[in-house]
C-alpha cells in the first residue's frame, strides 16, 4: 500500500533504468544515447504535482573510470531536464557517485551521501516522508537505511531486496497517484 504522499513528501529516482534506459554493461556518455523509458516524461510531470520535491540519485562510477567527465556528465543532465521541460516535467536536482564501487570512500547507493547530500540543499526533506524508486538492490537498501518507502522497477537485475512495492515503470507508478 503506497503513503498517502502531498507536497511535503520527496521524490528520490535512480536515473539509469528508471528514468532513462540502461545501457546493460555499458554507460550513457553523452545526450544522444540517453533515451526515456517509456513514459518516464510524462510519470515525472505527474509526480511533480504530488510531491514537493523530485530528485534524481545515480551512481556515476563511469567518471572515476575517466569514460565520461563531469562536464558531459552534466550535458547529459542538462539535455534530460531540457526534454523534461517539453513535458511541463523537471527534477529539483541531480546527485550523482562518481567513484570506483571498490574505493572505500565512494558515496554511492546503498550509502546515504547523496540522500544527506539533498538534506543540506533542501532541509525541508524528511526520509520518512521520502519514496525511493529504483530498479537494483543498491537502490532499494539505499531507501530502506534512510526508512524510505521503497519501489522497484522490474529489470533484468537479480533481486536480493524486496522493495515494499514492484512495478513495470515509472509510467505505471505515476498511475498510482490521483
Not at 504522499?5 to 544515447?33: A, C
Request: glycine share 4%; proline share 4%.
Amino acid at each position: 500500500m503506497i503513503p498517502l504522499v502531498d507536497k511535503s513528501w520527496t521524490l528520490f529516482l535512480d536515473r539509469d533504468g528508471v528514468v532513462n534506459e540502461r545501457i546493460m554493461g555499458g554507460y550513457v556518455l553523452s545526450p544522444d544515447l540517453f533515451h526515456f523509458t517509456s513514459g518516464a516524461e510524462l510519470a515525472i510531470s505527474k509526480f511533480n504535482s504530488v510531491f514537493g520535491r523530485t530528485l534524481v540519485v545515480t551512481n556515476q562510477q563511469c567518471i572515476a573510470k575517466n569514460i565520461l567527465s563531469e562536464s558531459n556528465l552534466s550535458k547529459i543532465h542538462d539535455y534530460m531536464s531540457m526534454k523534461l521541460k517539453l513535458h511541463a516535467a523537471f527534477v529539483d536536482k541531480v546527485y550523482f557517485a562518481p567513484e570506483l564501487a571498490s574505493n572505500p570512500n565512494n558515496t554511492r547507493k546503498p550509502k546515504p551521501s547523496m540522500a544527506y547530500q539533498a538534506k543540506q540543499d533542501f532541509p525541508e526533506i524528511d526520509f520518512r516522508k521520502s519514496i525511493m524508486v529504483g530498479d537494483t538492490d543498491s537502490d532499494i537498501k539505499f531507501g530502506k537505511n534512510l526508512e524510505m518507502f521503497t519501489v522497484r522497477i522490474k529489470t533484468e537485475e537479480p533481486i536480493g531486496v524486496e522493495a515494499d512495492l514492484t512495478v513495470q515503470s515509472l509510467y505505471e507508478f505515476s498511475q498510482k497517484f490521483k
